[in-house]
């Protein structure tokens, strides 16, 4: 508790609202209550509702000791500090999300798409430490990325930058959001994986387990488990979602010639099941230049704090710093 400065780190889900306070060795000192995201029909009202979570954990460390605000968000621009046409956040159109924080708050505010916040998460405190080049795939009900090229946050020029999550993977599955046709979030989310399985079980003829259940039953991680109890359908699931992913990962592989892909999210727990062809079809379909350079790795952080340290590594950044830079810094 004693080691400060200390900075507020927020991550807003469609579903729920997680933040805590965070020193900057990367230990949580402090959190506030779970907040109902979507029960906020305004970001007016949901700022105060974060406010009075955060409260009691902010005057335990002491309010002059707190250097700023981080929050990942759906659409989160770090250019502007807007939220923009979040498709699964109650608010409309372009919030000023960052300047309402600070003027409730009063304390600086910076905001950041949220995979790009557990990106910057596994650079400072997880598995990217030290490293220059990477990307981070966040698999999950859908799937999001952050891009690190050189040692900075590829953000573009509007700072929408790194949707490889809606990059084109394989035609003929239409997006239940979006409308695309053959998104990668299509297949390899856990939504995606759950809706493999279920068009496998119409054209399948052998026994499956997954026949015992009610299709809206049917997760990703009840596939994981049925795979463990040696169900062949099952495992061919695990594949074919790997097979998908190791050709997405084998294009961006090529695209920007990373150090490392590390995967996050709830589907990481399927572990080798979908890392063993995830990584074949990778480097099967890399150029020979490309072939066992990169490494394929699980995050080493704990899916509750990761979203939670990322953005609070913004309060850390500074203009003349780059990402690895900062790194070195929490060292």
């Not at 505010?109 to 995979?115: E, H, Q, R, V």
């Not at 994986?193 to 387990?209: E, F, H, S």
């Not at 299709?215 to 061919?236: F, H, N, P, R, Y």
């Not at 990962?249 to 099941?273: H, Q, R, T, W, Y």
């Amino acid at each position: 508790m004693n080691s400060k400065p200390f900075a507020i780190g927020v991550d807003i889900g469609g579903t729920t609202t997680k933040s805590g306070i965070v020193n900057h060795r990367g230990a949580i000192v402090g959190t506030g209550n779970v907040l109902p995201t979507g029960m906020y029909f305004s970001a007016e009202s949901f700022v105060e509702a974060l406010y009075k979570a955060l409260l009691p954990a902010m005057e335990k460390v002491g309010m002059e000791n707190i250097r700023g605000i981080g929050v990942g968000a759906p659409n989160g621009n770090y250019y502007s500090g807007t939220v923009e046409y979040a498709p699964n956040l109650p608010w409309r159109g372009v919030v000023h999300l960052a300047q309402m924080i600070t003027d409730r708050f009063g304390l600086p505010c910076s905001l950041t798409n949220d995979a790009n916040a557990a990106a910057m998460g596994e650079m400072m405190y997880g598995a990217a430490r030290g490293m220059k080049d990477f990307i981070v795939l966040t698999l999950g009900t859908g799937v999001g990325s952050g891009i690190v090229c050189g040692g900075q946050m590829v953000y573009g020029h509007d700072g929408f930058a790194g949707e490889l999550g809606h990059t084109i993977a394989r035609r003929g599955r239409k997006h239940w959001s979006t409308g695309m046709d053959g998104s990668l979030e299509a297949y390899v989310s856990a939504t995606g994986i759950a809706l493999t399985a279920k068009v496998l079980l119409d054209t399948w003829v052998g026994p499956t387990l997954l026949r015992n259940f009610k299709e809206e039953e049917i997760t990703s991680k009840l596939i994981c488990e049925c795979v463990l109890q040696g169900d062949e359908l099952a495992q061919k699931v695990f594949d074919y979602t790997g097979e998908i992913l190791g050709e997405a990962l084998s294009n961006f592989v090529m695209f920007s010639s990373p150090e490392a892909i590390i995967l996050f999210g709830g589907v990481i727990k399927a572990g080798d099941l979908l890392m063993r062809p995830t990584r074949k079809h990778m480097e099967r379909n890399l150029l020979p230049i490309f072939q066992n350079k990169v490494k394929l790795l699980f995050s080493e952080l704990k899916e509750a704090d990761a979203a939670i340290l990322g953005a609070s590594a913004l309060v850390w950044e500074r203009k003349e710093e780059t990402l690895l830079e900062k790194s070195a810094f929490l060292m």
